[in-house]
């Protein structure tokens, strides 16, 4: 998956910035990988929802937890989990592209 | 009389749904234990306006009706009428967070499906204010076809409406206007569906969208730092810490010098005898050894739920997580780990809002390995007589240290016992961590006071009955058969817990341990704590326990080797003496077998680490 900022494709949470906003395109096995769908459910009703705007606010020190906001709520989760959430990132802030 | 309405108050976590049952409910709660699982049962009367009695069961909060914990099973089984022990209730309170209205409301659009009458109680309608958002309750009701009644239940604004509503008139008139709630046949819908719902709702309900709580994103910025937060958590233990013995101090010598008290008080209006022997030495000093703890307990329960309602103990999850995840463990674990330095029993019963079983299982089999407050007078006692007060490394007091290394002794062994487990009983996929930081609060004193009397009467309830039981049996053990008339030994020795110590010498023997120690550990079998006044009983003393715990220290002095000494405190980090924790883990795990093992694996500890303390010493020396 090619990551380049500045354009609006999608990445999995684990791979989003701190302080970019985004919004969640998809919860679902990421590719390659075999669908569980335990934890689908349960990112589903913990808040993680299609279409709500997301946001990383913390890495956790030495590979820890990541603190998102989605929606207005601080929701605690492992990389390894966050893999499972796509994000479609906000366009960058202006002033950056005008660099 | 008609029978009392059950009324079940069920929601997400952090709905401020506890808050909500105690200003319902007040001090007219009964907390027990769902049989088989660990699982608080929280009930309350309530008195409607129009006399009728209502019986309010605070459900376990969870996000779904999909069960994913035990707690959840609980409320998922009792909800759709399965539960054994739950009679289905016949009218639902669902609590909903104001500020987070979406993802509340898919939970209520779930629970329509059960066909219980439900009344929203729209909650933290304050906190919904102050973030700048606007909900039409109005809207709401008619999107939902539901009754909503706005609360804020830390200030009981609305819960009166709520307690109003529950008048048989006024309900049979507010329902009036609803449609009756019908039990849905067809195949539940997808959450995603659910969420599609809830988020047309919301928006419709919602007037005006708020700005995120600056106040929280900014305090998160720092508790949740890489750097920063870990300094700030370990401040906040070492406050803990430091509050649970400095402020403790006073309260202990009020308790103290009350048993002293009542100790005269039986020594001098009781004839000299048995029966005042046993008051005396049995039933006083035995209860007030163990009683003298509830300043302590207290202290760190008020933290924990001050922790817990402020938010903040989410937080110490996230930061402990990466650590515990060496050990195997969940980010989780770190909460009933913490409660288990009070004692172990609320800590293995705080392990149910872990989902996965194995993490939940080891959880349960390493939080007696953390220093409960029952050990403390065990230490204190055996510090005070060998450890010499004096300072080490330029100001640091030795007798300190001391303590501190067998606190640090307990916390490292459970962290190399849970990484062992994790790799082998309790393998299993790596843990999850996946919760809530709920926003900040400030905690609300009815909760923390209606919190600390509940936890005080569940630990004097302990005092009164097992600690009561097992000093009035170690008394006699220790007081019959009376010593033959040409006796040369001690009176104990020749009682018949004088022959089980000295029958039980023979294993403690090769660990440094006399017969007078393996007799205390009989009655440590009860509470740990019981051991100082078991020794003291012993060690023919008799008299106060503060009296029995600073001669007591001079007797250990000469009859006890420093290696022996040292003996017991490091059998004391492990030692798997205490019933009430046992029972806890058997029940808790459903298994003689996890409960035998948890016995097994820290009597085993137990006996090589004294062992080994023991010999070292002793070729050092």
Same mark, same amino acid.
């Given at each position: 998956m090619t990551q380049n900022p500045a354009q609006n494709t999608t990445l999995t949470l684990d791979h989003l910035q701190i302080g970019r906003p985004g919004r969640i395109s998809k919860i679902g096995a990421p590719c390659g990988t075999e669908a569980d769908p335990h934890l689908e459910d349960l990112l589903l009703s913990l808040g993680?929802?299609?279409g709500a705007m997301i946001e990383m606010r913390h890495h956790g020190a030495f590979g820890g937890p990541l603190a998102v906001c989605v929606d207005g709520r601080m929701l605690a989760i492992r990389p390894a989990d966050a893999s499972y959430i796509l994000v479609e990132p906000a366009p960058p802030p202006v002033s950056k592209e005008a660099l | 009389m008609e029978d009392a309405l059950r009324l079940a108050l069920v929601g997400n976590p952090n709905s401020g749904k506890s808050s909500l049952f105690n200003a319902l409910t007040g001090s007219r709660q009964k907390v027990g234990n769902y049989p088989g699982v660990t699982v608080e049962r929280r009930a309350g009367l309530l008195t409607a306006p129009d006399g009728r009695s209502i019986e309010i069961v605070d459900l376990p909060g969870t996000?779904?009706?999909?069960?994913?914990?035990p707690d959840e099973v609980v409320t998922h089984d009792a909800l759709m009428g399965t539960s054994q022990i739950e009679q289905a209730p016949e009218a639902v309170v669902c609590v909903v967070d104001a500020t987070n209205l979406r993802l509340h409301v898919r939970f209520v659009l779930e629970l329509k499906r059960l066909g219980i009458p439900i009344v929203i109680a729209l909650n933290m309608m304050d906190l919904a204010a102050r973030d700048g958002i606007e909900i039409d309750p109005g809207l709401l009701s008619k999107e939902l076809g539901l009754p909503v009644i706005p609360t804020v239940a830390v200030r009981r604004s609305g819960v009166k409406d709520l307690v109003e509503s529950l008048n048989a008139e006024v309900w049979k008139k507010l329902w009036a206007d609803y449609p009756a709630p019908v039990r849905a046949t067809d195949a539940p819908p997808s959450v995603r569906s659910l969420q599609k719902e809830a988020r047309r709702i919301a928006s419709i309900a919602t007037v005006k969208e708020g700005v995120e709580n600056v106040l929280t994103r900014r305090t998160d910025a720092v508790v949740l730092h890489p750097v920063i937060g870990p300094v700030i958590l370990l401040s906040v233990l070492f406050v803990m810490f430091q509050a649970v013995f400095a402020w403790a101090e006073q309260p202990m010598e009020w308790i103290d010098a009350g048993v002293v008290g009542l100790q005269q008080i039986a020594v001098q209006s009781l004839p000299d005898g048995l029966f005042r022997s046993l008051v005396v030495d049995g039933i006083l000093a035995g209860v007030g050894s163990v009683v003298i703890f509830l300043p302590q307990i207290l202290i760190l329960f008020a933290f924990i739920i001050v922790l817990e309602a402020s938010g903040y103990m989410a937080r110490a999850a996230f930061l402990m997580d990466r650590l515990m995840t060496l050990a195997g463990?969940?980010?989780?674990a770190f909460i009933p780990l913490l409660s288990s330095f009070a004692c172990a029993i609320p800590g293995i019963m705080a @392990?149910?809002?872990? &989902?996965?079983p194995r993490d939940r299982l080891t959880t349960i089999m390493v939080a007696?390995?953390?220093?409960?407050?029952?050990?403390l007078p065990v230490y204190t006692l055996i510090i005070a007589a060998f450890i010499p007060n004096t300072t080490v490394?330029?100001?640091?007091?030795l007798q300190g240290l001391v303590m501190f290394g067998l606190y640090l002794a307990g916390i490292v062994s459970a962290l190399i016992v849970a990484g062992v487990l994790k790799r082998?009983?309790?393998?299993?996929?790596p843990p999850r961590l996946l919760l809530e930081l709920p926003k900040y609060q400030v905690p609300h004193v009815r909760d923390l006071f209606i919190g600390l009397v509940e936890r005080a009467r569940l630990f004097l309830r302990r005092a009164g009955t097992i600690i009561l039981f097992s000093m009035i049996l170690l008394w006699g053990l220790a007081s019959f058969p009376a010593p033959p008339p040409? @006796?040369?030994?001690? &009176?104990?020795?020749?009682s018949a817990a004088g022959k089980v110590g000295r029958a039980l010498e023979v294993v403690f023997a090769p660990i440094g341990f006399n017969w007078e120690i393996s007799v205390a550990l009989v009655p440590g079998m009860?509470?740990?704590?019981v051991a100082v006044g078991a020794l003291g009983t012993v060690y023919s003393l008799s008299g106060s326990e503060d009296a029995v715990a600073s001669s007591l220290a001079t007797v250990l002095q000469s009859a006890w080797s420093l290696p022996t000494a040292l003996a017991f405190l490091a059998w004391y980090v492990f030692a798997p003496q205490c019933l009430s924790t046992l029972a806890v883990a058997r029940r808790e795990t459903n298994s003689w077998g996890w409960t035998v093992f948890m016995f097994g694996y820290l009597f085993t500890l137990a006996y090589v680490a004294a062992g080994a303390t023991y010999w070292i010493s002793r070729a050092l020396i």
């Open positions: 993680f929802e299609e | 996000y779904s009706l999909t069960p994913n914990s463990l969940n980010g989780r @392990a149910r809002t872990i &989902d996965n007696p390995l953390m220093t409960c407050a029952a050990r490394f330029g100001g640091v007091g082998t009983l309790t393998k299993g996929a040409n @006796a040369t030994e001690p &009176d104990i020795f020749y009860a509470a740990r704590e």
